[in-house]
């Protein structure tokens, strides 16, 4: 196992895929078992091989390489999760300053997604029925041309023709909810 370690701290790649193969799926599943984490297990073994590669010479021939490869593990395990904890904490934070932001986000966003409906129910109703097998049930062209027996060239049509008439709408609307606030 000494040969290992010298050969890794000489640069040697093959020795260093050599340990990457008999220890990554053992590593996961130490570090998976301590955060109950895939994220956080998958993040410390990449790290942990990345640390072992760029501090090769600073490898310890008197200690095996498992052994240096689970504290670099550790370290990093310790690291991530005294990340995780701060932004946890900001996070709490943030949310206990400003108790009703979400709430009127949800109500800002619910008042622009009435906005939209209402200006999608204003189309003609082929350019509406079209609009909405094409956005809202993702149809293909060739499918609503199909379903609905017109060609594809005229569904296209449709649907620019619907985007651009929406865009006016909404545009308009903005401007005059501005100028009231003015």
């Not at 196992?1 to 990457?20: A, H, T």
């Not at 760029?54 to 310790?78: D, G, P, W, Y």
């Not at 350019?127 to 041309?145: C, D, M, Q, T, Y």
Request: charged share 25%; proline share 2%.
């Amino acid at each position: 196992m000494e040969s290992i370690v010298q050969d890794i701290k000489n640069g040697n790649i093959e020795s260093f895929k050599m340990i990457y193969q008999q220890y990554h799926a053992k590593l996961y599943f130490y570090v998976l078992k301590c955060t109950h984490s895939v994220y956080l297990a998958e993040e410390t073994v990449q790290l942990s091989f990345i640390l072992l590669w760029e501090r090769r010479e600073k490898l310890s021939a008197n200690f095996n390489i498992s052994s240096q490869l689970f504290r670099i593990a550790k370290s990093v395990m310790t690291d991530l999760l005294r990340k995780q904890q701060v932004r946890n904490k900001h996070t709490e934070s943030m949310i206990r300053e400003t108790p009703n932001w979400h709430m009127e986000t949800d109500i800002s966003v619910k008042e622009e997604l009435n906005r939209v409906y209402h200006s999608i129910e204003q189309l003609s109703p082929v350019r509406k029925n079209v609009f909405k097998l094409s956005r809202f049930e993702g149809l293909p062209h060739k499918e609503i041309a199909r379903q609905l027996s017109i060609s594809p060239k005229t569904v296209e049509n449709h649907i620019v023709r619907a985007i651009r008439q929406l865009k006016d709408s909404l545009l308009l609307l903005f401007f005059l909810i501005i100028s009231s606030l003015f």
